[in-house]
Nanobody
Framework: QVQLVESGGGLVQAGDSLRLSCAASGGTFRIYSMGWFRQAPGKEREFIASITRSGGSTNYAGSVKGRFTISRDNAKNTVYLQMNSLKPEDTAVYYC????????????WGQGTQVTVSS
C-alpha cells in the first residue's frame, strides 16, 4: 500500500536549521493529508504538524509554531518539514504519516529519521 520514507535528519547545533523530507509511493498522494510526528526516548509520540490534501491548511503543535513549517509538493509526492531555530528539546526520531480522506486517523507511517540537536 502506501510507503513513506523520511530523510534529512542529522546532528546539528542549537539554532541551526534542518529540512526533513518524506517521499511517498504506493498510493495516490494527493488524496492524503500528511503529518509529522516525533518521539524521544522514553516519551510518547508527539504530534508536530499536519497539512491537508491540497496544502491549503496547516496545523502545528505549540512547541514548534513559528519555528517549523510543513509543506508539500504533490507533483513530487513529497512532504517537507522545515525546522528553524532548533533546540536541544527538538531531539527525537521524526516520522511522517499519511491519512486518507476516508480515514479518521493516520494509517501509514515511515521508518523515521533521527534529529539530534546539541546545546
Amino acid at each position: 500500500q502506501v510507503q513513506l520514507v523520511e530523510s534529512g535528519g542529522g546532528l546539528v547545533q542549537a539554532g541551526d536549521s534542518l529540512r526533513l523530507s518524506c517521499a511517498a509511493s504506493g498510493g495516490t498522494f494527493r488524496i492524503y493529508s500528511m503529518g509529522w510526528f516525533r518521539q524521544a526516548p522514553g516519551k510518547e509520540r508527539e504530534f508536530i504538524a499536519s497539512i491537508t490534501r491540497s496544502g491549503g491548511s496547516t496545523n502545528y503543535a505549540g512547541s514548534v509554531k513559528g519555528r517549523f513549517t510543513i509543506s508539500r509538493d504533490n507533483a513530487k509526492n513529497t512532504v517537507y518539514l522545515q525546522m528553524n531555530s532548533l533546540k536541544p528539546e527538538d531531539t527525537a526520531v521524526y516520522y511522517c504519516a499519511s491519512k486518507s480522506y476516508l480515514s479518521n486517523e493516520y494509517d501509514y507511517w515511515g521508518q523515521g529519521t533521527q534529529v539530534t540537536v546539541s546545546s
